[in-house]
């Protein structure tokens, strides 16, 4: 019989991380998909990666809104606690065999409590990374809920080890975020800027650009405006054209957003334009021409690093995290960020790195969930 | 100033294991107590543990209903996000600068999804230790999330170093739960089957008897009926009092209160006593006095150790965790449970064991959430 | 294209008051039925009424978990805060043409609640009754959300109309209740006790008996327990056999059952017997059977009222709802009932009424909601 | 002892709707105000209430994020119960004596059913009026649950009484809203559009200016944007500048935000600015100034008929609502709207009405809550 596969995307990032699991699972003929959009992947603040996924070819066996609007620490913890109620009932009514959960979100926490509550094995991926920010703890978390691990590295499977998660529990398949990388053709299309709306001054691709991407860090609430002062003073004193993704959904959001839309409303005239969001591959073309990435995403350092793209990372929130040789590490000061940014634009393209998978990872997954045989009470291997 | 310190006290379990922590930090110059009494621990069904909490003198800053009627897989999971929304906003109003969540239970997960999310310090007790059921991966999730482990043995302080955990954030306190029994005058009060109604015959506390715990193992559920089946068949054949004590609130208890209610309704004349609950110190004397505990309540492992009491533990639910020698495991099986329990009632009293604590955890554990210094932000120490 | 019909059952009265609706609607050519259960239905203590739906031959659509337990005002209002969100994520799956709810529960309005701003046509059965408790609020809150009605008498459709009501929206069917009684044979079967197990002395169903049923009036929470006593003071100075129903899930219940519980572990040889449930017709052949029915159901009303049996009922729970002649009201006052009591011993048997529908109810709503035109958007009328 | 009056503010038209009350209960010696703000007045994205409310001297007692994002019918049923859950916390926290809630939104509705099953009495405004939208249905919903009412009206006073609604009850106060108007100095401050931010041309307040506001209608949920359109399009054509607020939080909001978004980001140079929020005061003084208020805000009716100021009335969100001669009443069609607004800036200033009250409502509701006797138990009264 076919074994009932429910992956849980919850937001933009989510979606390009797992995406080309989800196809491997639906090519599978073993394996049926099941596939629940929630949180902010459903909101239009935050870019609707609901539209992609079934621009994709998805369809979305639920769709669950959980995002308690505020992006405070408090509704935080309150989205976390509506996300289990209603991914309960989806879980009743699918009835899935595994459910997947990707990284280290409040939903991806979500996810793994629901799941293992109801005695459904639980997958996860990104499991045994280190960084910032309140993700660090949760995606420890989430591991601990987890009967299977597809960590993305070496040494995050060595992590998994040491926490005494079994041998027969942890595959290293690589992050899926590379999958989408291999074999893409990577050439930014004329039109991309004009397909995805957003504010700003009209940009050409095929002039150098920066893109621009930094989320709150949760630890942090509170000091998101000035940190986010910084980076644009950095940007604005560079004169370059900046594509500038909007901040996901966590705690201190607001204060960014605030920032970034009072200064925008003040500068209308300036080089940067804002966007809600790109698809997967759209996302991946974009940053494989920019001049350089900035901020705290981590695609700085999976996509990029694949890539080889410069990248200036900006904080604590990606703090511990493995990274290839594009990165160059800054703290919340302008000058620092900008005096990286040159320096990364005078050195340009770095080899590329296999550090995050060699872009077979959602195939391995699905192969791994069609055939493997884990008991429901997990044991300490200690 | 002093530093407030929030308990979230939430079954029968929970309370026993944490009241001396309580009560040093109440006495503390430096520490204000901050109580929450959620979920199980105010229902009449679970013996409305509220009320001894206030016969002993502490006063609820708070109280949240969480409990989902139903113990089921989903409900549990539901009941679980209801918990994190009210909690949220109790720490809100609250304030504390340190929560501290009880061992292993959905409110614990709660608690400690709530505080963290909050950037609240989150402290933990019975972290690293080893058991069965959802429990076991609930535990290790919960010490994910902590600022602040108060484990109870030296092996499981090893187990949280294991995990990554840093060593300035681990005390190997010992288990608040032994703390009451120092010093306590342990002998059976001869009322105190009366005092605590229940529905069975008059049990003599001064002769021998049997006490029987037995709740769901989550990841086992639906196999509840037949499991206690067993018991009661082993229990049935012994001709001996017994005080038998309702389940928890976990999935599959309804399975197991039905059973024990359909029995009590055909054999009203049988030597089992069925009680809501004891005070701590009750309970603690009942254990001392009684012949053999049988079971998979955890206080046959802790408490029954430390006195020395003969325990027969039944099942997975405790598989894994530290014992003395008091302890004999049997499967779910009636034979293998009475002649286990005819073994223990001809070996008699075991010597006593130091080794879940030796009575001054409480007081410990005050004197550190006074002067503890950690950062909100964790990081693994790999 | 055939309609969809959303029931929602939510305890064991609403059941009996709706069972030959949903009867009809499953028969009915040009309808679908669609059938939640929720709340108390679910739930051991309160008889689960789910079962009996099952043995009826009824499939649930779907079951929701919504009772916080505790019993309280306040975990009455957050129960229908769950329940809100739980049937709009049912709603959203099932999509149905028309909701129906029964009565006054608060499960009832967020029926109501649920449907009305999803934009489905929500159907209503008792709207225009007057009674007590907070009841009273609801069923007059519910019928401003409903977009039909179908009441049970000409003095509640004339309510209905004074309220506003649209003449094209109110139906005045009677109630489903009576439908039941109609052509059942009513003799009471040899083991209809044993079927239904309960605690207390085993009973003769063809000796005189009484039925209590008593439950909490939530607009005097905290005078529950010295409001049974004078009911149990009563019953117990009139040596004859008892049946009692458990009171239902409204806050106070936790009172009035800790009472009856104490009464029946101290005074384990009276003649009392509780249960927690019948099925329906069961129900009707012991209220058929009985000798008066005392306490605040509103089946002393109905019911009894069809079939003429007598009925004491007690309080301010049924003030103001019509009845016929078989209803003598008394204050909580243990004399005051047991002489009612004994005055309608002496007269017995009353002449029938057809006050609350002739019997034809379910088959009346059914083929109205198969043809009924109406607009989403509702007006006043006046 | 000073009575406890809790209100309960959730979005910017309902402050300004209740403000003078506020102000008249915090001023009365007999009094306590007590205070939350919940839903969408803590928002950003709707002008963030809560810092007008703060900046007016207010204290709120309780913050409630309760807006579960998505703006969908589904997520405005589950926000209810989200609020309804919170709100019950808090009012257990606050013990008041009454608790106001202001006209038919969906935290109004959460508002009545928490504090009417939590047994707290519950006062009401804007209660017999007639409108469209769910609003329609649920602004009667609360009235039946109400203990008080304060209607402004005559006519919504007789609607009351015909509702079966107790004489003691309904007090005909006239509107709070009309009471911030009287007496205010109503000239339009030279910097009031900088000092509100928002995205647009800069307006000057002193050259004629339109003042627009377009909320979804839930009814009609799906036909926002094309809805949207034709008011856009009326606007285009006039080229005359115009205030423009967003919508609110109701299912529909983010089809008409997007469809504004898109013609802001495609028509940068356009005549029309877009604000989140004025301070009551600061909106009074806009619409006073303004040369025709155009839209379905209720404020076309009830602050513009006092001020004489002419409306156009697009739709059928007011449809059976009392209005003066001020209003002209127009389809959702581009040509009928252009027409009505030209039409009334030919005729310019209306009389005043004081159809909504006289000025004095927000001190006639503080004395009748010091003083008035009202049963917890609600009976019709026919």
Redesign the interface.
């Known amino acids: 019989m076919s074994r009932r596969c429910c992956f849980v995307i919850n937001n933009r990032a989510n979606y390009g991380r797992i995406k080309s699991a989800l196809q491997a699972v639906a090519d599978h003929p073993d394996l049926t998909l099941q596939l629940i959009v929630t949180s902010s992947a459903?909101?239009?603040?935050f870019g609707n990666v609901k539209e992609l996924i079934v621009q994709d070819g998805f369809s979305p066996s639920?769709v669950i809104?959980?995002?308690?609007?505020?992006e405070?620490?408090?509704?935080?913890?309150?989205s976390?606690?509506?996300?289990?109620?209603?991914?309960?009932?989806q879980?009743?009514?699918l009835q899935p065999d595994f459910v997947i959960t990707v990284a280290d979100r409040?939903e991806s926490?979500?996810t793994?409590?629901?799941a293992?509550?109801?005695?459904i094995r639980l997958a996860h991926t990104q499991g045994g990374e280190?960084t910032?920010?309140?993700d660090?703890?949760?995606r420890?978390?989430?591991?601990?809920?987890s009967h299977l691990h597809f960590p993305a590295t070496d040494r995050a499977a060595e992590?998994l080890f040491?926490?005494?998660e079994s041998r027969e529990s942890v595959f290293r398949t690589g992050c899926p975020s590379i999958d989408v990388l291999r074999g893409l053709d990577l050439s930014v299309p004329e039109d991309i800027f004009r397909r995805y709306?957003?504010?700003g001054p009209e940009l050409n691709p095929h002039l150098p650009y920066l893109v621009v991407v930094q989320h709150p860090v949760?630890?942090e609430?509170g000091l998101g405006r000035e940190q986010i002062e910084e980076t644009l003073k950095a940007i604005d004193a560079l004169s370059m054209p900046a594509v500038w993704l909007w901040p996901n959904v966590d705690?201190g959001s607001?204060d960014i957003?605030?920032r970034l839309r009072?200064y925008r409303?003040r500068s209308?005239s300036t080089r940067i334009h804002f966007f809600r969001n790109f698809s997967v591959e759209d996302y991946a073309r974009l940053l494989n021409g920019c001049a350089c990435l900035v901020g705290n995403s981590s695609s700085g350092l999976r996509e990029a690093g694949f890539l080889g793209v410069p990248a200036v990372n900006i904080g604590?929130r990606q703090?511990?995290r493995e990274r290839a040789g594009n990165v160059i590490d800054v703290p919340h000061d302008s000058v620092a960020i900008a005096n990286a940014i040159t320096r990364q634009l005078e050195h340009g393209q770095f080899s590329k790195s296999l550090l995050y998978g060699d872009g077979t990872a959602g195939r391995q997954i699905a192969d791994i969930l069609s055939t493997v045989d884990i008991p429901?009470?997990?044991?300490?291997t200690?």
Chains 1, 2, 3, 4 share one sequence.
């Open positions: 459903l909101l239009y603040r639920a809104y959980s995002t308690l609007e505020g405070t620490p408090s509704t935080m913890a309150k976390t606690g509506l996300a289990i109620i209603e991914l309960a009932t879980f009743e009514i409040f926490l979500a793994a409590i629901a293992s509550y109801m005695n280190s910032g920010s309140i660090e703890s949760v420890h978390a989430v591991s601990k809920l992590t040491r926490f005494g709306g957003g504010v949760t630890t609430y705690a607001d957003s605030k009072e409303e209308p604590s703090q511990g429901i009470q997990k044991r300490l200690y």
